[in-house]
C-alpha cells in the first residue's frame, strides 16, 4: 500500500507547537539572550558576547558541581539497575502476592519529591532519626549534616530507596512479557538459572531497560529538590549538584549572566544524551 | 508587543533569524519534495533531513562550546568548521 503525503496535516500539530512555544521556546530564548548580557537589576542589561560562557567552561565550581553531578547520576544507575533487575526477578509471577508487591513497590513512587527530601531529613538525623541514630548506636559516626561522606551515603540511599521501585516496576513488565514456551524450552535443554537470565530474561528485558536507563539518567542528572530539601548542596559544596549550583548562581547570587549560561551548557548536555538515548533505542527497535 | 522584557540584542535576534530561517528553508524543501528523504549513512543510521539538521546544529553548538573552552572567543574559525560539519553531516550521514 502506498502512503499517502498530505502537508495540510500539519496543521494539526500547530496547537501543540503554540503550547510549546510559550512554556518552552520563549522563555529558553530569553535564557540565550541573558546568557551574552550583564544585568545590575531594574532591566537594565549589557551586552557581554560570550564572555559567560567563556567563564563558566573554565570555572572550577562549574566543573565541580559536573563532576559531582556525573559521579551521583552513575552511582545511583550503577546500583538501581541491577538491584530493580534483581527485586523484579525475585517477585511472585502469580497469585495474590502480586498486587501486593506491585503497590508496595510503587509507593515511593507516589511521595512528592520534596516530602522524600524532608522524610530522609528527619530519618536520618543522628540525635532523633531512626536511621541516623541506630548508625551512630552501632559505633559509626554518622552525620549527614556535617560528614560529605556521610551526606552522600545519605542521598545516594534515599534516591536508590525512591526511585528502584520504577526499574523494578519496568523490568517486571519486560518479564512478565515472557512466554511460557521460552521457560519450558529451557527446562528440556536442563539449562542453569543463570542460563535463563543471561540468554532468554536479559535479552527480553532489553526494551524496557533501555527506558529505565534513560528516565533514570534524565531524573538524577536533573535532581534538585530532594538533595536541596535534604542537604541543601552542603556540608560545604559537598552535594552541591549541577542544578542546585545553578539556582545558586540566578536566585542566590542573581548572577542572571553565568546561570544562563550555564543553563544553555546544561541543556545541551541533557539534549545531547536524549538524543543519543532516543537514536539507540528506536534503532533496538528497527532491529 | 512590547518584548523588551526577553532583553533582546541584535547578535542574539540574527541568531535566532538564521535558525527561523533554516526551519523555514526545511518547510519549503519538505513542501518541495515530502519525505524527508531518508537514508542509512556512514554511522549506520536511519535518518531524515531533519535529523540531519538536528545533528548538525547540535554538533555545531558542541564546536562553538569546544571552541570557546580550548581555543578562545574568537569564534570565526569555530563557525567555519561548524558549516565543514554540517556539511559533512548532510552529505553522509
Same mark, same amino acid.
Given at each position: 500500500?502506498?502512503?499517502?503525503?498530505?502537508?495540510?496535516?500539519?496543521?494539526?500539530?500547530?496547537?501543540?507547537?503554540?503550547?510549546?512555544a /510559550?512554556? +518552552?521556546v520563549i *522563555?529558553l530564548m530569553t535564557v540565550v539572550n541573558y546568557s551574552v548580557q550583564e544585568?545590575?537589576?531594574?532591566?537594565?542589561f549589557f551586552f557581554e558576547g560570550v564572555k559567560w560562557y567563556?567563564?563558566?567552561?573554565? $570555572?572550577?565550581?562549574?566543573?565541580?558541581?559536573?563532576?559531582?553531578?556525573?559521579?551521583?547520576?552513575?552511582?545511583?544507575?550503577?546500583?538501581?539497575? *541491577?538491584?530493580?533487575?534483581?527485586?523484579?526477578? $525475585?517477585?511472585?509471577? $502469580?497469585?495474590?502476592?502480586?498486587?501486593?508487591?506491585?503497590?508496595?513497590?510503587?509507593?515511593?513512587?507516589?511521595?512528592?519529591?520534596?516530602?522524600?527530601? +524532608?522524610?530522609?531529613?528527619?530519618?536520618?538525623?543522628?540525635?532523633?532519626?531512626?536511621?541516623?541514630?541506630?548508625?551512630?548506636?552501632?559505633?559509626?559516626?554518622?552525620?549527614?549534616?556535617?560528614?560529605?561522606?556521610?551526606?552522600?551515603?545519605?542521598?545516594?540511599?534515599?534516591?536508590?530507596?525512591?526511585?528502584?521501585?520504577?526499574?523494578?516496576?519496568?523490568?517486571?513488565?519486560?518479564?512478565?512479557?515472557?512466554?511460557? +514456551?521460552?521457560?519450558?524450552?529451557?527446562?528440556?535443554?536442563?539449562?542453569?538459572?543463570?542460563?535463563?537470565?543471561?540468554?532468554?530474561?536479559?535479552?527480553?528485558?532489553?526494551?524496557?531497560?533501555?527506558?529505565?536507563?534513560?528516565?533514570? /539518567?534524565?531524573?538524577?542528572?536533573?535532581?534538585?529538590?530532594? *538533595?536541596?530539601?535534604?542537604?541543601?548542596?552542603?556540608?560545604?559544596?559537598?552535594?552541591? /549538584?549541577?542544578?542546585?549550583?545553578?539556582?545558586?548562581?540566578?536566585?542566590?547570587?542573581?548572577?542572571?549572566g553565568?546561570?544562563a549560561a550555564?543553563?544553555i551548557?546544561?541543556?545541551?548536555?541533557?539534549?545531547?544524551? $536524549?538524543?543519543?538515548?532516543?537514536?539507540?533505542?528506536?534503532?533496538?527497535?528497527?532491529? | 508587543?512590547?518584548l523588551s522584557w526577553m532583553a533582546w540584542t541584535w547578535q542574539t535576534a540574527v541568531f535566532f533569524g538564521v535558525i527561523l530561517a533554516m526551519l523555514l528553508g526545511m518547510?519549503?524543501?519538505?513542501?518541495?519534495? *515530502?519525505?524527508?528523504?531518508?537514508?542509512?549513512?556512514?554511522?549506520?543510521?536511519?535518518?531524515?533531513?531533519?535529523?540531519?539538521l538536528?545533528?548538525s546544529l547540535?554538533?555545531s553548538a558542541?564546536i562553538h562550546l569546544?571552541w570557546l573552552?580550548?581555543?578562545?572567543p574568537d569564534l570565526g574559525w569555530a563557525l567555519a568548521l561548524s558549516i565543514?560539519?554540517a556539511?559533512?553531516?548532510?552529505?553522509?550521514?
Open positions: 500500500m502506498t502512503k499517502t503525503w498530505n502537508n495540510r496535516a500539519w496543521f494539526m500539530v500547530l496547537p501543540v507547537l503554540l503550547l510549546v /510559550f512554556n +518552552a *522563555p544585568t545590575f537589576g531594574n532591566n537594565l567563556q567563564e563558566v567552561l573554565a $570555572s572550577e565550581r562549574f566543573h565541580a558541581a559536573l563532576l559531582r553531578q556525573f559521579f551521583f547520576t552513575a552511582v545511583i544507575l550503577l546500583i538501581e539497575i *541491577p538491584l530493580g533487575v534483581a527485586v523484579a526477578l $525475585s517477585m511472585p509471577r $502469580s497469585g495474590p502476592w502480586v498486587s501486593v508487591c506491585l503497590v508496595l513497590m510503587a509507593l515511593p513512587l507516589l511521595v512528592p519529591w520534596n516530602v522524600v527530601g +524532608a522524610m530522609w531529613n528527619i530519618f536520618a538525623l543522628p540525635d532523633i532519626g531512626l536511621l541516623g541514630y541506630g548508625i551512630n548506636a552501632l559505633g559509626i559516626d554518622y552525620n549527614f549534616t556535617r560528614q560529605p561522606v556521610a551526606a552522600w551515603f545519605t542521598v545516594i540511599l534515599m534516591d536508590v530507596w525512591h526511585w528502584t521501585s520504577l526499574v523494578v516496576l519496568l523490568a517486571y513488565a519486560g518479564l512478565s512479557s515472557i512466554p511460557d +514456551a521460552y521457560y519450558q524450552a529451557a527446562q528440556i535443554d536442563s539449562a542453569s538459572r543463570w542460563a535463563v537470565f543471561r540468554y532468554i530474561q536479559l535479552p527480553k528485558m532489553k526494551r524496557v531497560l533501555t527506558i529505565a536507563i534513560l528516565l533514570r /539518567f534524565m531524573d538524577s542528572f536533573m535532581v534538585y529538590t530532594e *538533595p536541596f530539601v535534604l542537604t541543601g548542596g552542603g556540608p560545604g559544596n559537598a552535594t552541591t /549538584f549541577l542544578s542546585i549550583d545553578l539556582v545558586k548562581a540566578a536566585l542566590g547570587e542573581f548572577n542572571l553565568i546561570a550555564m543553563s551548557i546544561y541543556f545541551l548536555m541533557t539534549l545531547l544524551v $536524549s538524543w543519543l538515548f532516543y537514536t539507540l533505542m528506536t534503532r533496538g527497535e528497527e532491529q | 508587543m512590547d518547510t519549503a524543501w519538505e513542501w518541495a519534495s *515530502p519525505g524527508g528523504n531518508p537514508r542509512r549513512g556512514v554511522l549506520g543510521l536511519d535518518t531524515t533531513r531533519g535529523d540531519r538536528f545533528i547540535l554538533g558542541y569546544a573552552g580550548l581555543v578562545g565543514a560539519y556539511v559533512g553531516v548532510f552529505r553522509f550521514v
